[in-house]
């Protein structure tokens, strides 16, 4: 497809698991943020890949949190022992770079219980 | 799917109307704006960009005016249709970068 995927769609967890979260960027763009958007909100930013390197993982709320791009395509958000605050959609998107828009998927929607 | 915007402000316009969304920014760093259009249970998607160096730029049916005196940011929406209505977000980088932040969102509601 053309646009930014992003799976599973939907994800229940009950508290303490662990989830992981896919998203595959436009063939081409180099740069891949995650997002976190609350209810209500605008979106949040998480961090932020170069190719394969993070850059930038200042917003990620806590070492629950892990993201990685092993191959600077494919990217995976873990969250590890989830707690109900982390309860939100998590968007990601991809960019050719500095200066150009960001493009985003659809999200996954975590709701933990 | 989940509704995006339940506490945003909200401009509720009749259709065929024209639709003007606000958006103030406060830092003078900032060098290239984007607005999205996020309908419920989607991601949000680009609809215009403008750089700091222009002042207007349009695109179909839309006009997105910058004033970097006041920080202001607007979109327009001429001749608006039932299929904008959405949740609008204005969006920010700063020097340059990469990253971008998002402003608060306004709930565009058109009546037929």
């Known amino acids: 497809g053309a646009g930014v995927s992003q799976s599973p769609r939907y994800k229940v967890a009950k508290r303490g698991q662990d989830v992981a979260l896919r998203c595959d960027p436009i063939?081409?763009?180099?740069?891949l943020f995650w997002y976190q958007q609350a209810l209500g909100q605008g979106p949040e930013f998480l961090t932020y890949?170069?190719?394969?390197?993070?850059?930038?993982k200042s917003g990620l709320p806590s070492d629950r949190f892990f993201a990685e791009r092993p191959e600077g395509s494919v990217s995976t958000l873990k969250i590890q022992r989830t707690q109900q605050e982390d309860s939100a959609v998590y968007l990601c998107a991809s960019s050719l770079g500095a200066g150009s828009p960001l493009h985003f998927g659809n999200g996954t929607r975590l709701t933990v219980t | 799917g989940e509704s995006v915007g339940l506490h945003l402000p909200t401009l509720s316009v009749q259709e065929g109307d024209n639709s003007i969304i606000n958006c103030a920014y406060s830092n003078s760093a900032s060098d290239y704006f984007i607005w999205y259009k996020q309908e419920s249970g989607k991601g949000p998607q680009f609809i215009i960009d403008i750089r700091s160096n222009m002042d207007k730029r349009q695109g179909q049916r839309v006009t997105v005016l910058l004033n970097k005196t006041v920080k202001h940011l607007s979109l327009q929406i001429a001749a608006t249709q039932p299929g904008d209505s959405a949740v609008y977000f204005c969006?920010?980088?700063?020097?340059?970068?990469?990253?971008?932040?998002f402003g608060g969102g306004t709930r565009l509601m058109v009546k037929p």
């Open positions: 890949f170069q190719n394969e390197a993070q850059l930038d």
């Open positions: 969006a920010e980088i700063i020097n340059a970068g990469n990253m971008l932040t």
């Open positions: 063939s081409g763009h180099v740069s």
